[in-house]
RNA sequence: GGCUCUAUCGUCUAACGGUUAGGACGAAUCCUUCUCAAGGAUUAAAUCGCGGUUCGAUUCCGCGUAGAGUCACCA
């Protein structure tokens, strides 16, 4: 045996993996992999009604998604002989009982469940988060166990896994503190060490309570399908509730497992901020190599826009690559593909007088004649019309109509970006319509 | 309600017991600009309350108050 560290991460397989739980899951891996120890996952599946094979695959493509790989793999279903062997070990020695009783749901049957035989004491365990926690376990009575021989209830599944599994930190939501003297109470009983504690505050939603499935919180598959960066939910999840300290925000896989550190957690609940994890994911699509970008960004254009040329433009209007295909359904690239429908009335800038504008726009398409269609960049496009738009009262009264000509649009990109994609001779056909 | 835990800008947070209480998101303003976006600059915005310890408290202690979690034959 070695000393070292082991974490896991047990969901249940009852509902889709949320950022609640994911988080849960983040720090318990981060924390194994800073410390180059192992990191488990079990399915804790002991309830046969609730668990479902769908939310177990969802559990481990999310988890396969987000880039959180494991070392160890198993199901608390394949342990029911082990936790029989230990639960048949304690009736022996007297630490549990089988107790016939009626079953609580009306039907009147009787049944032999295995009750802890509590010994009534208080129990106290460090947590690496919160400190000393000190409970009273008498008020607890003889807890159940099992609902019979064959089928363990979570407090004894929980502490037989880990301790079979070696276990050494317990990285866990809040909502088991209050379980924890029950578990250590079992280990004693078994024979089993006491693993080390650190229960995390949890993280609140938009309503201030517990995130969960119930309350709306988006599975990590949403996610996934809104298109954001697997590192930058990562990046965006370890920040709620943690933090390395210095001023830096924006951390890598990697650089997250070197910086990771328990004692710096909260101690309080975080509520989940929607917003700074849209900046954080735009932050990690910057990092990204120039053709990652293009290569989404063109997958999420519709069939007819696939066009190259318009990626730099919408790369800086989004935060998440479904934002691509938001815009184009706005209607916001439209005019890059088609000529757009004019009010001549909104070539108006300011005071200026329709037929200076229509004398401005002349100018500036014979102006744009002269340059060959093969220099028609937004370089050779912006002097051309710059120089003669600084001739004028104000740059305004030529850029305007330009643009509003070339896109129909109170607001879209500069008339030189939107001339250079459209090409020469478009750009002069709408600019023709306009005057 | 019992038990457990927590308390710094709206949100996420930083600050050996000594700071003009710092940063980020969001917001606002300005610059850049024909508009939008991006970029740059700036501003507003917080130590829950009351006591105590101390020369000095966001920090330590107590009491309030507020919030969260948990009280299953679920996990």
């Known amino acids: 045996m070695s000393d070292k560290i082991v974490t896991r991460f047990a969901p249940s397989p009852t509902g889709l993996l949320h950022l609640g739980t994911y988080r849960t899951a983040i720090f318990a891996y981060l924390f194994a992999k800073k410390n180059k120890g192992a990191f488990v996952l079990r399915i804790e599946d002991t309830d046969k009604a609730r668990s479902k094979k769908e939310y177990e695959d969802n559990i481990l493509e999310s988890l ?23 639960l048949e070990k304690m009736i022996k020695e007297g630490s549990a009982y089988i107790s016939k009783e009626e079953a609580k749901d009306g039907t009147g049957v009787i049944k032999e469940l295995v009750r802890f035989k509590n010994p009534n004491i208080d129990v106290a365990f460090q947590d690496e988060i919160k400190g000393e926690v000190k409970m009273n376990t008498t008020d607890l009575g003889d807890f159940i166990i099992a609902k019979n021989i064959n089928e363990p209830l979570f407090h004894l599944a929980v502490v037989v896994d880990d301790f079979e599994a070696g276990v050494t930190h317990i990285i ?87 910086a990771f550190d328990l004692s710096r957690v909260q101690k309080s609940p975080a509520i989940f901020n929607e917003q700074k994890l849209d900046w954080f994911n735009k932050e990690h699509m910057k990092l990204l190599p120039k053709v990652e970008i293009e290569k989404n960004i063109l997958e999420w254009l519709p069939e007819n826009m696939k066009n190259p040329k318009l990626v730099p433009i919408i790369f800086e209007r989004i935060s998440k ?16 593909f088609k000529a757009p429908e004019i009010n001549k009335e909104k070539l108006i800038y300011k005071k200026t007088t329709p037929e200076k504008i229509s004398s401005n726009l002349k100018f500036a398409s014979k102006e744009l004649e002269t340059i060959s269609e093969n220099d028609f960049t ?29 896109s129909g649009a109170d607001k879209s990109p500069d008339p030189f970006i939107i001339a250079s994609i459209i090409g020469k001779n478009e750009t002069l056909s709408r600019l023709q319509k306009a005057i």
């Not at 019309?385 to 070339?406: C, K, M, N, V, W």
Request: include cysteine.
């Open 64 to 86: 396969k998604w987000l880039g959180v790989s494991y070392d160890k793999f198993y199901r608390q279903s394949e342990h029911v002989d082990k936790h029989k062997f230990y």
């Open 172 to 258: 866990r939501g809040e909502d088991h503190t209050s379980n924890t003297p029950r578990q250590i109470l079992i280990q004693g009983a078994i024979g089993a060490p006491t693993p080390i504690y650190a229960h995390l505050p949890l993280v609140l939603g938009a309503d201030k309570l517990k995130l969960s499935k119930r309350r709306g919180a988006l599975a990590v598959a949403e996610y996934k399908k809104l298109g954001f960066l697997p590192e930058a939910i990562l990046n965006g999840v370890a920040f709620v509730g943690w933090n390395p300290g210095g001023e830096k925000e924006v951390y890598t896989h990697d650089e997250l497992i070197k």
């Open 321 to 336: 690559w479904s934002d691509v295909k938001t815009m184009a359904m706005a209607g916001e690239l439209g005019f890059f």
């Open 378 to 406: 937004m370089e050779n496009v912006k002097n051309c019309l710059i120089l003669i738009a600084e001739s004028l009262e104000s740059r305004g009264e030529l850029l305007h109509p330009i643009r509003y000509a070339l």
